[in-house]
């Protein structure tokens, strides 16, 4: 029997053939570079001008030096600008990157960890930084010069940060600077006032550097009184006039027109003596 004769019928037909996989194969691989150089394509038009611009900038303007491109369009701007010339930029640092989808400027990295500025001291009048209630701790609370021109400097204990504000109450008796130096202008007694826009602290400063009237005198300038102990009077000597009596905090201390003292509660308050001429400051502490 001739060996090439199909013994079946059904050797002949194409459908029991094994399928040829040459074909497929190509086909196959033609697909995966089509989606690569597409996705490649897709990458260029959606990083493109941003990965130039980075280029651009690490190469210190070289790349548009060598090609005479200068800056980078965006899409949507019409053809690049080119310049004819091989001169680089004199100054790259001026030519940012930008952010294709909003166009805006990419900050510079020193933007992001530049230190933030240290905040101003809260400037306030001396009314208002009396009004703010006490917190501040000052290394003292009372004390006296008695040399014009004399200085003596008051410092903000722990617990407080700053920036700090100080205020003299009259700056023609005591003035004071931004680091709590006060120094004796001219006789008298005034409260200085440290404060950093939300608490405050107070120190008295007594000027003993002369007198308008060298003959007046209190009693006492500074006294200590409680509630239970009540009134204590205070007197001037050696003025002939009518005398005005006032309290710079009455409901720590009250004054009549004599000059009678009422401790009213825990605090401190000056009480000023005051003529035609001239006037004291009695302090009067009132513990709790």
């Not at 029997?1 to 033609?30: C, F, H, V, W």
């Not at 053809?79 to 001026?94: F, R």
Request: with cysteine; hydrophobic share 35%.
């Amino acid at each position: 029997m001739d060996e090439n004769y199909p013994r079946y019928p059904e050797d002949n037909d194409p459908r029991r053939q094994p399928p040829k996989r040459g074909g497929s194969a190509l086909i196959t691989l033609l697909l995966v570079l089509i989606i690569l150089l597409l996705s490649a394509i897709l990458i260029y038009l959606r990083y493109g001008d941003l990965m130039m611009n980075r280029l651009y900038q690490f190469t210190d303007g070289k790349i548009g030096a060598e090609t005479g491109v200068t800056s980078l369009p965006r899409r949507g701007d019409g053809p690049a600008a080119v310049e004819d010339t091989d001169t680089p930029p004199e100054d790259t640092d001026e030519l940012p990157g930008v952010d294709t989808e909003s166009g805006d400027a990419i900050p510079d990295e020193d933007e992001f960890f530049a230190p933030e500025p240290e905040p101003e001291p809260v400037v306030l009048d001396y009314a208002a930084a009396r009004a703010l209630p006490d917190g501040i701790e000052l290394s003292t609370h009372d004390f006296t010069l008695r040399t014009l021109g004399e200085s003596a400097t008051v410092r903000v204990k722990g617990g407080s940060t700053g920036p700090f504000t100080w205020i003299s109450e009259n700056p023609s008796v005591a003035s004071v600077d931004e680091n709590g130096k006060i120094t004796a202008v001219s006789h008298g007694t005034v409260n200085v006032i440290v404060t950093d826009g939300v608490r405050k602290g107070l120190c008295v400063a007594r000027m003993i550097t002369g007198s308008t009237s060298t003959a007046a005198k209190l009693n006492t300038t500074d006294f200590t009184r409680t509630v239970e102990e009540g009134e204590y009077q205070l007197k001037v000597s050696g003025v002939d006039g009518p005398i005005t009596w006032t309290s710079e905090n009455p409901s720590v201390a009250s004054v009549d027109e004599n000059g009678l003292v009422i401790p009213l509660s825990k605090g401190q308050a000056r009480i000023r003596a005051a003529w035609d001429g001239g006037y004291l400051i009695c302090v009067v502490r009132v513990p709790g």
